[in-house]
């Protein structure tokens, strides 16, 4: 049995059976796959609200449908949040989000580090990636995604105190947990992961004094996109 094509819908309360779909969706619904009414499809908001939806009108700008059943999916007791740098190659970071959000990635926090050298960041790109794996990944729940922060803010906000467990990555030379080892406790972690050049010393210590624990990814000197996907694959899949 085939399944249902799925679209995300950005509504938060829906107090009705009648939904009027946006008209990028309503484009693809009707122009690329060609549905007409009768026609059934999944929606999400990308809070754990599934929808199964009925379309009664099938219009390329507005096609409207009504609500046949809802279910409410449950959250994962595990959040993963995952604080990486901004890249000079913006390709490799929406790339990392691609994945990210496949794997159920809580959150992620683009850093501002020291040795960042690409400050801008398009937060509605980003989304819109994020949005297209959700999606493609028949997920119900939606990848946060954070504005861009120096490390030093982020050190200092409410942020980092939601976690029960916080580790970052370096090269540095010291006593480490293994990511294996980082993965087998905490329900919420939140990992973070330096630039081209790793994070500076002063980061690292401060950090440390934020009650951030260093960990190792292994012995092989990763890419910062490939670290944070490592991390990610890691401890999602625990």
């Known amino acids: 049995m085939m399944s249902l ?15 009027a779909l946006s008209e990028e969706t309503s484009k693809h619904v009707v122009q690329v796959l060609r549905m007409k ?29 009504k609500i ?37 990635v809580y959150q992620i926090i683009p850093l501002i580090c020291d040795r960042t050298e690409k400050m801008q960041f398009r937060k509605d790109r980003a989304q819109q990636i994020l949005i297209s794996a959700m999606l493609q990944s028949r ?23 939601s976690f029960d467990q916080k580790w970052i990555a370096h090269c540095e030379e010291g006593n480490k947990r293994t990511i294996s080892e980082v993965a087998a406790v905490g329900k919420n972690i939140i990992m973070l992961i330096g630039p081209e050049g790793d994070f500076m010393e002063k980061e690292i210590s401060d950090a440390i004094r934020q009650g951030f624990q260093p960990t190792s990814l292994g012995n092989n000197r990763l890419r ?10 890691i401890l999602c899949m625990q």
């Not at 279910?71 to 190659?89: F, M």
């Not at 997920?139 to 105190?161: G, H, N, R």
């Not at 910062?224 to 694959?233: F, H, K, M, R």
């Open 5 to 19: 094509p799925f679209f995300y819908i950005d509504q938060d309360f829906l107090d009705n059976d009648l939904l």
């Open 37 to 65: 009414e009768g026609a059934h499809l999944h929606l999400t908001n990308g809070k754990g609200l599934l929808l199964t939806v009925s379309i009664t009108e099938a219009h390329k700008k507005k096609t409207l449908v």
């Open 68 to 104: 046949v059943d809802r279910h409410q999916v449950a959250a994962s007791e595990r959040k993963i949040s995952i604080a990486v740098s901004l890249l000079k190659n913006p390709s490799r970071l929406e790339w990392f989000l691609e994945k990210a959000a496949e794997l159920g």
């Open 139 to 161: 997920q119900t729940f939606l990848t946060q995604l954070m504005d861009p922060v120096k490390t030093a803010t982020l050190f200092s906000s409410d942020i980092i105190s």
């Open 224 to 233: 910062t996109e490939t670290a944070a996907l490592t991390a990610a694959a």
